[in-house]
């Protein structure tokens, strides 16, 4: 998918994976995350300080999944290290991470993993000029907005459910072998 992209796309994937609503891989970009990247580069109206309340407000309240071998663990990352992190040393907390969270997105880091790919095979392709300008009606950006609101929670729904069925079957496992 990266072969078809643009460099500004990819800038915008990347900012929007790692920053805006993180997930714990980068490889992919589902459907809603794929509009969203949409709506920017056509550049209609998106609230992005909403989009990020309403993940980590998912998020906060997804339960704990259980570790696949070891049910004492959690399997769930943590949502928005970075922010979080931020938050805390702003407030004068000492913060001494572990590990890199993820590395700030420069001109290096776009020359290195934003710039335009060739499949093998494929000729190669010109960089595209951004789209022009989207002039939708306030209610049309807002429609989206909602549109994509609603795709996010309809997908923490599913995951919930999903989640509850795994718990399900671990337990039935569980009272079948004893």
């Given at each position: 998918?990266?072969?078809?992209?643009?460099?500004?796309?990819?800038?915008?994937?990347?900012?929007?994976?790692?920053?805006?609503?993180?997930?714990?891989?980068?490889?992919?970009?589902?459907?809603?995350?794929?509009?969203?990247?949409?709506?920017?580069?056509?550049?209609?109206s998106v609230?992005?300080?909403?989009?990020?309340?309403?993940?980590?407000?998912?998020?906060?309240?997804?339960?704990?999944?259980?570790?696949?071998?070891?049910?004492?663990?959690?399997?769930?990352?943590?949502?928005?290290?970075?922010?979080?992190?931020?938050?805390c040393q702003?407030?004068?907390?000492?913060?001494?991470?572990?590990?890199?969270?993820?590395?700030?997105?420069?001109?290096?880091?776009?020359?290195?993993?934003?710039?335009?790919?060739?499949?093998?095979?494929?000729?190669?392709?010109?960089?595209?000029?951004?789209?022009?300008?989207?002039?939708?009606?306030?209610?049309?950006?807002?429609?989206?907005?909602?549109?994509?609101?609603?795709?996010?929670?309809?997908?923490?729904?599913?995951?919930?459910?999903?989640?509850?069925?795994?718990?399900?079957?671990?337990?039935?496992?569980?009272?079948?072998?004893?």
């Amino acid at each position: 998918m990266r072969t078809n992209m643009t460099t500004l796309t990819q800038m915008w994937m990347t900012l929007l994976l790692s920053n805006v609503l993180p997930s714990d891989h980068n490889s992919d970009l589902p459907l809603p995350k794929c509009q969203l990247v949409y709506v920017i580069l056509t550049r209609m109206s998106v609230h992005v300080a909403q989009l990020i309340a309403d993940a980590i407000y998912l998020f906060a309240g997804m339960p704990p999944t259980r570790h696949p071998l070891d049910p004492d663990k959690s399997n769930r990352a943590l949502g928005f290290p970075a922010l979080i992190t931020g938050l805390c040393q702003s407030f004068g907390v000492l913060v001494t991470p572990s590990k890199v969270i993820r590395p700030p997105i420069t001109r290096a880091f776009i020359e290195k993993y934003c710039m335009p790919r060739q499949a093998q095979g494929d000729a190669p392709q010109a960089t595209d000029a951004p789209p022009p300008p989207h002039q939708a009606d306030p209610t049309g950006s807002l429609g989206m907005e909602r549109y994509l609101q609603h795709l996010v929670r309809q997908q923490a729904a599913n995951h919930q459910g999903q989640v509850q069925i795994h718990e399900c079957l671990y337990q039935l496992g569980l009272s079948q072998q004893g």
